[in-house]
């Protein structure tokens, strides 16, 4: 929220400092809120799903060290899958043209 108060640095094409822009800050706080929030639906969907498979087809472990093992693998499998594709939804250095920003 303080970003969108005080406004984020703009720079130009050869990275020279050209000011502050609270609608810069606004466009990337809704992007990063927005990558965020895709970032929780792998985690979400994929745990879920493969441990209903696993369980469907009798290979979830009886005994608790491996059950835990296979769970804790399961949500790392799906934090590495999710983690890059939430990243690169957008670009690290956003582009605004001048006629969108105060």
Known sequence: MGEIKRGIKIYDEVGEEMGV?????????LQTSFSRMVLSFPIF????VSMAMFEKFGLIPKSKAPKTLLEVS?????????????????????????????
């Open 21 to 29: 822009s609270k609608e810069s800050a606004r466009k990337a706080v």
């Open 45 to 48: 969907i994929i745990p879920g």
């Open 74 to 102: 399961v949500i790392a499998f799906a934090l590495w899958i999710a983690l890059p594709i939430s990243v690169s939804l957008f670009p690290q250095r956003g582009v605004v043209k001048a006629n969108e920003i105060e």
